[in-house]
């Protein structure tokens, strides 16, 4: 799993219902005192996860090895000055031996090419912990919750029945925003992204976002500008991320001066025109520059529950690509 583009509608919304339905089942046995349901419990048993993470983590690390221990597996832990990778060893050597003796690689790495790389070489699935383009494991916690905020809406085989919902991408085009805006195509959610001139999406991920539509009877459309309150008109979930991402530091002045104007609050919603009970979603780690404390912190912010869904989307994953060998059941 290195992209949400590598799943089929019917497969995203089936692994975001998994998700879903395993928080359910795992909270309910937990509330009751026993262990988790037969599906999960024992499921990876005798399985080691090799977790490969040469940036920090919270979300990502804590749920991986949360969801593999719930699973009776075992995740092993190897940072940046753990193993030999990348300094005195290559990709292709490591994920040869490593994938030898686990049953999954779960990597964050540097540009997307090197768990692309890991992934091409490794004889077990590999799940892409966050890479220079995509996130695929928050966008799943993404629609997780986007499906739990908007419980009217019934899915289907092929779809969370979440088409004609609008999100507004307000900040930096990045990473995270790449895998969402792939999930809101597939899905039929209108995504209409504001980044300041130099920061919006890169032609070549412009391609594989509008082809992210192929094949979809009724995908969502991409709207790109440069003005938020463009992006925010009629939207009913506003989204950021930080606005400096993990290797762009040495840009932070510079970044923070192009995005002036871009921080959301309740004053440039309002201004936008966004729908009246608009909620606002953020991956986490969060700043204050990109979302004030009201927002953030206010009655409109489902970013804590969106942490939570990222462990039943690392559960989902384990269960579709470990347990079920890629088939998304
Ligand atoms: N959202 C997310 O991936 O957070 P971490 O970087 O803490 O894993
Ligand atoms: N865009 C951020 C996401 C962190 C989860 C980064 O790449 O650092």
């Known amino acids: 799993l290195l992209s949400i583009s590598d799943l089929s509608p019917a497969e995203f919304t089936k692994l975001v219902l998994n998700a879903s339905s395993h928080k359910t089942a795992v909270k309910a046995a937990f509330g009751a005192g026993e262990q988790p349901p037969k599906s999960l419990h024992g499921a990876l048993t005798g399985k080691t996860v090799a977790m490969m993470f040469n940036k920090r983590s919270t979300r990502t690390r804590v749920s991986t090895e949360a969801a593999v221990q719930l699973m009776s597996g075992h995740p092993m832990f190897l940072g940046k000055d753990d193993i030999q990778l990348g300094v005195n060893e290559s990709l292709y050597d490591t994920s040869v031996v490593i994938s030898s003796m686990t049953s999954c690689m779960v990597a964050r790495v540097g540009a997307h090419k090197e768990v692309a790389d890991l992934a091409a070489h490794s004889s077990v699935p590999v799940i892409n912990a966050l890479s220079s383009d995509y996130h695929p494991l928050q966008t799943i916690a993404d629609f997780q919750t986007i499906h739990e905020s908007f419980p009217a809406r019934t899915p289907s085989d092929a779809s969370l029945g979440l088409e004609g919902l609008k999100v507004a991408w307000v900040g930096d085009s990045n990473n995270v925003l790449f895998d969402l805006a792939i999930g809101c195509v ?18 070549a991920m412009r391609k594989v976002i509008v082809a992210a539509a192929e094949g979809v009877a009724k995908p969502g459309k991409l709207i790109e500008t440069t003005v938020p ?3 925010i008109k009629d939207a009913d979930i506003l989204v950021t991320d930080t606005w400096v991402s993990m290797g762009q530091e040495v840009e932070s002045q510079k970044r923070l001066k192009a995005f002036a104007g871009y921080q959301i609050t309740n004053e440039l919603a309002k201004r ?57 059941l």
């Open 186 to 203: 597939k899905m039929g959610v209108d995504i209409a992204v504001a980044s300041p001139q130099g920061y919006g999406i890169p032609d």
């Open 229 to 231: 309150e463009q992006a």
């Open 272 to 328: 936008g025109g966004a729908k009246p009970d608009w909620k606002f979603m953020h991956c986490l780690p969060r700043h204050p520059e990109e979302v004030d404390d009201d927002v953030f912190y206010g009655p409109r912010s489902l970013v804590f529950p969106e942490a939570e869904n990222r462990l039943w989307a690392a559960v989902a994953a384990l269960e579709a690509f470990v347990v079920n060998k890629g088939k998304i």
